[in-house]
């Protein structure tokens, strides 16, 4: 996970309501993706997670995209985009979504009771995105078989902690006077 830890540590840092954000191609779009970076996130990734029995990969929209539809691609599993437009299709079930420095509505469409999923993002902060995708999926009945997150940011609240899922990360990271510090370069799980 070499380009992901220097990319990390060579992120800008912003600050938006008190919260302290960094800017990465992977959680930001910016500054530009190099396919060696995605490339290496995704081996990780399908190295790391449970995949055997996952029917179906959903990724909340925008962010995880990119990432979930490489996994898709290498996996051959389908992908679900959890969006933040309602659409009115038979099944769509809305979720409230809270994170550290936004609140919305968003809907999952395409899965089922029994599904087993795999739940894909690309940051894990405040856990209030992953808590809710996993909440959402249990009242319809899937199965979540695993969830990942590529960056962990630590030293804050997390909601999913009191979860009954353990998040697998790539890598967990803090910001530290202005920085990105890596604080496990293996991440969790």
Same mark, same amino acid.
């Given at each position: &996970?070499?380009? #992901?830890?220097?990319? !990390?540590?060579? +992120?800008?840092?912003?600050?938006? *309501?008190?919260?302290?954000?960094? @800017?990465? /191609? ?5 500054? &530009? !993706?190099? /396919?060696? !970076?995605?490339?290496? =996130?995704? $081996?990780?990734? $399908? ?13 909340? +929209? ?13 996996? *051959? ?32 469409? *395409? ?8 739940? #894909? %993002? ?17 009242? $319809? ?9 590529? =960056? ?11 979860? /009954? ?7 967990? @990271? ?7 510090? =890596?604080?496990?370069?293996?991440? %969790?799980?």
């Amino acid at each position: &996970m070499d380009q #992901l830890r220097r990319s !990390l540590q060579d +992120a800008p840092i912003i600050e938006k *309501d008190g919260y302290h954000y960094f @800017v990465h /191609p992977i959680s930001d779009g910016v500054p &530009m !993706l190099e /396919p060696s !970076l995605l490339r290496e =996130i995704v $081996i990780k990734i $399908i190295r790391k997670a449970s995949l055997e029995n996952v029917d179906k990969i959903v990724t909340p +929209a925008a962010m995880g995209i990119h990432i979930s539809t490489a996994v898709s691609l290498m996996t *051959d599993i389908p992908l679900v985009v959890i969006r933040k437009r309602q659409y009115g299709l038979e099944g769509e079930v809305a979720l409230f979504q809270e994170t550290g420095y936004s609140e919305n509505q968003m809907y999952i469409n *395409d899965v089922e009771a029994g599904d087993r999923v795999l739940v #894909l %993002d690309d940051v894990l902060s405040t856990g209030g995105t992953l808590k809710a995708i996993t909440e959402a999926l249990g009242d $319809i009945g899937a199965e979540v078989e695993d969830v990942v997150a590529v =960056i962990k940011k630590v030293g804050g609240e997390n909601k999913i902690d009191a979860s /009954p899922y353990a998040v697998k990360t790539l890598i967990n @990271v803090d910001v530290v006077d202005g920085e990105v510090v =890596i604080v496990d370069e293996r991440g %969790d799980g």
